[in-house]
């Protein structure tokens, strides 16, 4: 028979049984090796000389008594020694008999010794057998079974269970760990137990850190991120609390950081540390910029990844960072249609947009009053686009303001002047050149600036003849129509006579004709000579009448010739002065612009001339506008006299002639 202790379940106890030697014990898996780990007690005839084969290894020469050993699941083969009881096997002379064994099977867990005395019917112990329980035996359930098999004995075997009895380890094991989904408590634990817990995907540890073996190893719970830091062991001891600790490392993690900030997340490359800690990141440093802290925290994450701890949603919070902008002072350019527009010591703070005062341009008008631009972190400050073109928000357009003015044209004939001239501030307008009657203008239009003073000026050259801004003018090679108006267009100042007429031409009581000329100036005073020629070339005075303008009319001399030649002709000569009217109106110059009329009478052998021309003063050049010399006037006074006397002298003459 047997009584052993095995690490199966009860179906296989049952049912996979060996039979005769075999004990009843099974003794095989399913995969034909021995069941570790069974202990069993055998009491045998031996009959067959199977039970033991082995003794310690060694044959069995024991034979025809009955025998207690030990043995695993293997029940021919005994370890630790046979116990000879020397009571012989039944035979022919020896039929019946009985025997009676105590087991008394103690654990020592402190030690993992099991003990087991074998007590004979006074309670003395015969036999002990010692053996040491390894860590594979622990923590498996074992099956407690008794198996009798009397082949060749013919023994009846009895088997009574005295008592059977297990003592609490009272071993209580506490796990703990800085993880909190490892710890463990109120653990039963079998006292002398070493348990080792391990890190997965390492070996699992054979000895403490004694030396002692080992008597069970757990790999620890895989917590993300972390590592057990070293295998963990602890001896369970009897009667009390037995705690391990098992600490966990976070993982090194090597990773960029992300920290918000009202400009704009800024990342931090290359910061370590280990899963579970709490760092300090640095804040980045913006050219321009200066930041309301120095740092700020971060954990280190299972996941690999280190994010800055909340808050951080907002200025104020410790994981959020402000820049707030460094004051600059600059000089802003403005651009325009006018050119860039400077504006010095606009201040602000970079990043900041501000509004920057359009300057002021005298004569024009703006489209904007100001203009946005940005502070940069470079120290400059710059006009926000679109800035291209008119219309666009950075661009300035500057428009002219609205100007009437008297434009001042220089030319030969003195500086004339045009009225009621308009345009705006930078404009270039054209300007009608007044006319002059007698004259040609050697342009129609010359062009001016419309300034910001409110002038408008003949643009240059506006020197000399030739010169774009310089009128020339020409005389006409006949007399102008004296039925022209002198007033220009444009309010023209022209000096010239206007509607100058003629009266019609009478005769005195001697037959004599009388053609009066008139003339008016430009401010309508009027001088009337009248030029009388009588049928016998005589001469009689003529009027001299001076206008409100003090435009003269001087008579003129005129000599008659009759040359008379030899007795042999017929030819006679003589010569006679009379009296021409001379019209002397002012010209666009103020100053006499003569026209003279000479009249002769033809007499047999005698030629007659009669001319009208108009001639120059006695500089023999154009007069300029609004000059009277002193000299003309004195001379043209000196003039009057001479011809009046010689008007006198010629009346005598005819008279005496007469006679």
Same mark, same amino acid.
């Given at each position: 028979?047997?009584?052993?202790?095995?690490?199966?379940?009860?179906?296989?106890?049952?049912?996979?049984?060996?039979?005769?030697?075999?004990?009843?014990?099974?003794?095989?898996?399913?995969?034909?090796?021995? /069941?570790?780990?069974?202990?069993?007690?055998?009491?045998?005839?031996?009959?067959?000389?199977? #039970?033991?084969?082995?003794?310690?290894?060694?044959?069995?020469?024991?034979?025809?008594?009955?025998?207690?050993?030990?043995?695993?699941?293997?029940?021919?083969?005994? +370890?630790?020694?046979? *116990?000879?009881?020397?009571?012989?096997?039944?035979?022919?002379?020896?039929?019946?008999?009985?025997?009676?064994? !105590?087991?008394?099977?103690?654990?020592?867990?402190? @030690?993992?010794?099991?003990?087991?005395?074998?007590?004979?019917?006074?309670?003395?112990?015969?036999?002990?057998?010692?053996?040491?329980?390894?860590?594979?035996?622990?923590?498996?359930? *074992?099956?407690?079974?008794?198996?009798? #098999?009397?082949?060749?004995?013919?023994?009846?075997?009895?088997?009574?269970?005295?008592?059977?009895?297990?003592?609490?380890?009272d071993a209580k094991l506490n796990i703990t760990s800085n993880q909190?989904?490892?710890?463990?408590?109120?653990?039963?634990? =079998?006292?002398?137990?070493?348990?080792?817990?391990?890190?997965?995907? =390492?070996?699992?540890?054979? @000895?403490?850190?004694?030396?002692?073996?080992?008597?069970?190893?757990?790999?620890?719970?895989?917590?993300?991120?972390?590592?057990?830091?070293?295998?963990?062991?602890?001896?369970?001891?009897?009667?009390?609390?037995?705690?391990?600790?098992? /600490?966990?490392?976070? %993982?090194?993690? !090597?990773?960029?950081?992300?920290?918000?900030?009202?400009?704009?997340?800024?990342?931090? &490359?290359?910061?370590?540390?280990?899963?579970?800690?709490?760092?300090?990141?640095?804040?980045?440093?913006?050219?321009?910029?200066?930041?309301?802290?120095?740092?700020?925290?971060?954990?280190?994450?299972?996941?690999?990844?280190?994010?800055?701890?909340?808050?951080?949603?907002?200025?104020?919070?410790?994981?959020?960072?402000?820049?707030?902008?460094?004051?600059?002072?600059? $000089?802003? $350019? /403005?651009?325009?249609?006018?050119?860039?527009?400077?504006?010095?010591?606009?201040?602000?703070?970079?990043?900041?947009?501000?509004?920057? #005062?359009?300057?002021? /341009?005298?004569? *024009?008008?703006?489209?904007?009053?100001?203009?946005?631009?940005?502070?940069?972190?470079?120290?400059?400050?710059?006009?926000?686009?679109?800035?291209?073109?008119?219309?666009?928000?950075?661009?300035?357009?500057?428009?002219?303001?609205?100007?009437?003015?008297?434009?001042?044209?220089?030319?030969?004939?003195?500086?004339?002047?045009?009225?009621?001239?308009?345009?705006?501030?930078?404009?270039?307008? %054209?300007?009608?050149?007044?006319?002059?009657?007698?004259?040609?203008?050697?342009?129609?239009?010359?062009?001016?600036?419309?300034?910001?003073?409110?002038?408008?000026?003949?643009?240059?050259?506006?020197?000399?003849?030739?010169?774009?801004?310089?009128?020339?003018?020409t005389v006409i090679s006949s007399q102008p129509d004296n039925n022209?108006?002198?007033?220009?267009?444009?309010?023209?100042?022209?000096?010239?006579?206007?509607?100058?007429?003629?009266?019609?031409?009478?005769?005195?009581?001697?037959?004599?004709?009388? +053609?009066?000329?008139? $003339?008016?100036?430009?401010?309508?005073?009027?001088?009337?000579?009248?030029? @009388? @020629?009588?049928?016998?070339?005589?001469?009689?005075?003529?009027?001299? +009448?001076?206008?409100?303008?003090?435009?003269?009319?001087?008579?003129?001399?005129?000599?008659?010739?009759?040359?008379?030649?030899?007795?042999?002709?017929?030819?006679?000569?003589?010569?006679?002065?009379?009296?021409?009217?001379?019209?002397?109106?002012?010209?666009?110059?103020?100053?006499?612009?003569?026209?003279?009329?000479?009249?002769?009478?033809?007499?047999?052998?005698?030629?007659?001339?009669?001319?009208?021309? &108009?001639?120059?003063?006695?500089?023999?050049?154009?007069?300029? =506008?609004?000059?009277?010399?002193?000299?003309?006037?004195?001379?043209?006074?000196?003039?009057?006299?001479?011809?009046?006397?010689?008007?006198?002298?010629?009346?005598?003459?005819?008279?005496?002639?007469?006679?």
């Amino acid at each position: 028979m047997a009584v052993a202790f095995q690490p199966i379940s009860t179906n296989d106890a049952l049912t996979k049984g060996a039979t005769g030697g075999g004990m009843g014990l099974v003794q095989t898996d399913d995969q034909a090796q021995p /069941i570790a780990g069974t202990i069993s007690y055998i009491i045998s005839t031996n009959a067959l000389g199977q #039970s033991p084969l082995t003794v310690d290894g060694a044959p069995n020469t024991n034979s025809h008594h009955w025998v207690i050993y030990q043995s695993g699941s293997a029940s021919s083969q005994a +370890t630790g020694g046979v *116990y000879d009881t020397g009571v012989a096997v039944p035979s022919a002379t020896q039929t019946t008999g009985n025997l009676t064994y !105590t087991f008394d099977v103690k654990y020592e867990a402190d @030690t993992k010794q099991l003990v087991t005395n074998i007590l004979d019917t006074n309670g003395n112990s015969v036999k002990t057998f010692t053996q040491t329980i390894k860590p594979e035996q622990m923590g498996k359930n *074992y099956v407690l079974g008794v198996t009798a #098999s009397t082949a060749a004995s013919k023994a009846a075997y009895n088997v009574t269970i005295n008592s059977y009895a297990y003592v609490p380890a009272d071993a209580k094991l506490n796990i703990t760990s800085n993880q909190p989904s490892v710890g463990q408590s109120g653990i039963n634990g =079998t006292p002398g137990q070493v348990i080792a817990f391990y890190q997965s995907g =390492t070996a699992a540890p054979t @000895t403490d850190t004694n030396n002692n073996p080992v008597s069970v190893a757990y790999e620890v719970p895989t917590v993300q991120g972390y590592t057990l830091a070293s295998p963990q062991f602890v001896t369970l001891t009897a009667g009390g609390e037995n705690n391990v600790n098992l /600490i966990y490392t976070g %993982n090194p993690v !090597t990773t960029t950081v992300t920290i918000p900030s009202n400009q704009g997340d800024q990342t931090v &490359t290359n910061v370590t540390g280990h899963v579970g800690d709490t760092i300090n990141v640095t804040v980045p440093s913006l050219t321009g910029y200066t930041a309301d802290k120095d740092a700020v925290a971060a954990t280190i994450n299972p996941n690999g990844t280190i994010t800055v701890n909340t808050p951080k949603t907002q200025t104020g919070d410790a994981g959020y960072v402000t820049y707030t902008g460094d004051p600059v002072t600059a $000089t802003v $350019t /403005i651009p325009s249609n006018k050119g860039n527009q400077t504006v010095t010591n606009v201040s602000g703070k970079v990043g900041d947009t501000v509004q920057v #005062s359009v300057p002021t /341009i005298n004569g *024009y008008t703006a489209d904007k009053a100001s203009v946005a631009a940005t502070v940069n972190t470079d120290g400059s400050i710059v006009v926000n686009v679109p800035k291209a073109q008119t219309g666009d928000a950075g661009y300035v357009t500057y428009t002219g303001d609205p100007v009437t003015a008297t434009v001042t044209i220089p030319s030969n004939q003195g500086n004339q002047t045009v009225a009621g001239v308009t345009g705006k501030v930078g404009d270039t307008v %054209n300007v009608s050149v007044p006319t002059i009657n007698g004259y040609t203008a050697d342009k129609s239009t010359v062009a001016a600036t419309v300034n910001a003073d409110n002038t408008i000026t003949v643009n240059d050259p506006k020197a000399s003849s030739g010169d774009a801004g310089y009128v020339t003018y020409t005389v006409i090679s006949s007399q102008p129509d004296n039925n022209q108006p002198n007033n220009q267009p444009g309010g023209s100042t022209g000096t010239n006579p206007s509607n100058p007429t003629t009266p019609a031409t009478t005769t005195d009581a001697n037959d004599d004709t009388v +053609t009066p000329v008139t $003339t008016n100036d430009s401010n309508d005073g009027s001088t009337t000579l009248t030029d @009388t @020629t009588d049928s016998t070339n005589g001469t009689k005075p003529s009027a001299i +009448t001076t206008g409100s303008s003090n435009a003269t009319a001087i008579p003129e001399a005129e000599t008659q010739s009759t040359n008379q030649g030899s007795s042999q002709s017929q030819n006679s000569s003589q010569s006679t002065t009379e009296q021409h009217s001379a019209v002397v109106p002012l010209s666009t110059t103020n100053q006499p612009q003569m026209t003279k009329s000479s009249n002769s009478i033809a007499t047999p052998g005698q030629s007659t001339m009669t001319q009208k021309e &108009t001639v120059q003063n006695n500089s023999g050049q154009l007069p300029q =506008t609004n000059e009277q010399s002193d000299q003309a006037k004195a001379t043209g006074l000196l003039g009057l006299i001479m011809i009046s006397l010689l008007s006198l002298f010629g009346l005598r003459r005819k008279q005496t002639d007469d006679k």
